[in-house]
């Protein structure tokens, strides 16, 4: 079965500090790996995706994620934290074998960045 | 801002009651997913309209239903709506040619009471 997990439900940072959040994955096909990010009262937004290729992948407002395949992970970075980066972060997987495109997405870790 | 619009952004109904949901797509898409998202979790994947057809169903009763439009943009119902149907609702829409990123709308509050 298809399953993500977000370690940590909370992530606390000081202000200009790197800052990784942690995802790992299961699907039996080749995975497709997202990151979004939701600000309160708002929807998803999409900040990276690795579907092939190298395994660190950049994305929106300075963030990236490193790819391991033999560790089934895809953190979240960023190498200088800003308080504005403070928000929930979602990593969601989907199959990319199967032709069901459900995204599978892990509970989320909530990233705090302290001035 | 992604494009994809949603409506209402709140909405208050009472047990029993049927809801209805709407979302437009952002332009050129023709896949719409529906989620829901309880206080505090993830997203739960509901279903998965492609031009106009249900394309994939996750652990939802058939009290949630939904629809596409020719122009992509869809709907999702909810009949006889149960108190843990209070949720925020979300919906994306992607062009569904290879691995598809999915762009959210601002999601519709639910409270059932």
């Known amino acids: 079965a298809q399953s993500v997990a977000q370690p940590e439900d909370q992530v606390n940072v000081a202000e200009g500090n790197p800052l990784t959040v942690k995802c790992t994955y299961s699907?039996?096909?080749?995975?497709?790996l997202f990151w979004y990010v939701q600000y309160p009262n708002r929807g998803l937004q999409f900040l990276l995706k690795y579907i092939t290729g190298d395994n660190l992948v950049k994305g929106s407002y300075g963030f990236e994620a490193e790819f391991n395949k033999s560790q089934t992970s895809f953190h979240l970075k960023k190498p200088s934290a800003l308080v504005s980066d403070s928000a929930l972060y979602f990593c969601?997987?989907?199959?990319?074998?199967?032709?069901?495109?459900?995204?599978?997405w892990g509970a989320g870790t909530k990233l705090i960045i302290k001035p | 801002e992604t494009g994809v619009t949603q409506s209402p952004t709140h909405l208050i109904k009472t047990r029993g009651q049927q809801v209805t949901l709407r979302c437009s797509s952002q332009s050129g898409h023709n896949t719409v997913s529906w989620y829901q998202q309880a206080l505090g979790q993830g997203p739960q994947f509901i279903f998965q309209?492609?031009?106009?057809?249900?394309?994939g169903r996750g652990n939802f009763p058939p009290r949630f239903s939904g629809l596409q439009f020719p122009n992509y943009s869809s709907e999702l119902n909810v009949n006889a709506l149960e108190l843990d149907d209070s949720a925020l609702y979300l919906c994306?829409?992607?062009?569904?040619?290879?691995?598809?990123?999915?762009?959210f709308g601002p999601g519709t509050r639910l409270t059932v009471l």
């Open positions: 969601a997987v989907r199959d990319g074998g199967r032709s069901n495109y459900q995204l599978i």
């Open positions: 699907v039996s096909g080749n995975p497709y």
């Open positions: 309209y492609y031009r106009e057809e249900e394309n």
């Open positions: 994306a829409s992607s062009f569904r040619q290879g691995p598809d990123t999915q762009y």
